[in-house]
């Protein structure tokens, strides 16, 4: 069982920087997938970035590359999303997720979910 709480969202401007952190409970939090999406309103959740268990493999969305940047702390049990150069398309509701296993495709095959975090991006 894991237990995911997300912050570190706000309010910024075009071009801003954040740290989204996502901090697991449980004791096999290591072996897992962890993954970062988001769902704006009127739109579907899609897919951000994932990292594999052992922090070595990471794949990204084509809209995120090269701006956003997934990691993590195995030790402190945490995940991090470092979002840089905001843009206001980024606006959505960010959700950290947990799978066992590979990463998958889509949002309902991860079996663990936080509440998520809103970031907004101001043009």
């Known amino acids: 069982q894991v237990q995911l709480v997300e912050s570190g969202g706000g309010l910024v401007q075009a071009g801003a920087s954040l740290r989204l952190s996502c901090a697991a409970s449980g004791r096999t939090f290591s072996r897992y997938t962890m993954g970062w999406f988001r769902q704006a309103p009127g739109k579907e959740r899609e897919f951000v970035a994932t990292?594999?268990?052992?922090?070595?493999?990471?794949t990204y969305a084509a809209s995120v590359k090269g701006r956003f940047t997934i990691s993590r702390d195995t030790a402190k049990n945490t995940v991090y999303l470092s979002m840089n150069s905001l843009k206001p398309e980024d606006t959505a509701a960010y959700y950290c997720a947990a799978v066992w296993g590979p990463p998958r495709s889509q949002p309902a095959d991860w079996g663990y979910w936080g509440q998520g975090t809103q970031v907004t991006v101001s043009s």
């Open positions: 990292i594999s268990w052992s922090g070595g493999s990471t």
